[in-house]
């Protein structure tokens, strides 16, 4: 049993090349990369950084491939650890990465922590101390959430990064 009628074979035959050619063009763009997912990290990333402290505000940004890649999803944090100063707070939340097992990276931020993780490949955190980050290219709710905070300098800036495996 046929599911094209047969009664007009130039009307099958054409139906089945619109097919051909549809999926064709499905398989192409899903199964050759040229149609790519964003980056971004395992949401298990996203627990650990919320666990670092008290999370004022959180964002998510995404900016486009460089060279024909793909874009890049980045989710920003404003924590307060409770630290007395900008170094207390960076110092603090450094503790707390490297004991869940987050490692140092070999390149830091200036007033910043630069840190990846073993369980995750390419997932990166940079902490930064609200003093050493300019808030211009921010979402509005971090930017909020730091204006509206009572010591802006003990808060600390997380964005998290997904580099290809």
């Known amino acids: 049993m046929s599911l094209i009628k047969a009664d007009n074979p130039r009307r099958a035959a054409r139906t089945l090349t619109t097919a051909a050619i549809l999926l064709s063009v499905q398989l192409l763009f899903s199964g050759c990369g040229l149609v790519s997912e964003a980056l971004r990290v395992d949401p298990a990333v996203l627990d650990d950084v919320r666990g670092i402290g008290k999370v004022l505000a959180e964002a998510t940004t995404e900016t ?35 004991a869940h097992k987050w490692v140092s990276a070999a390149e830091e931020p200036p007033g910043g922590v630069r840190v990846k993780s073993p369980a995750w490949e390419g997932a990166y955190l940079n902490v930064r101390s609200y003093g050493s980050v300019t808030l211009g290219n921010y979402p509005e709710e971090i930017k909020k959430a730091v204006e509206a905070a009572a010591d802006p300098e003990v808060l600390l800036i997380v964005d998290t990064e997904q580099v290809p495996a």
């Open 64 to 98: 486009p491939g460089q060279a024909g890649g793909p874009d890049k999803m980045t989710n920003t944090f404003v924590i307060d650890v409770g630290g007395v100063n900008a170094q207390d707070s960076l110092k603090k939340a450094r503790g707390i990465l490297l």
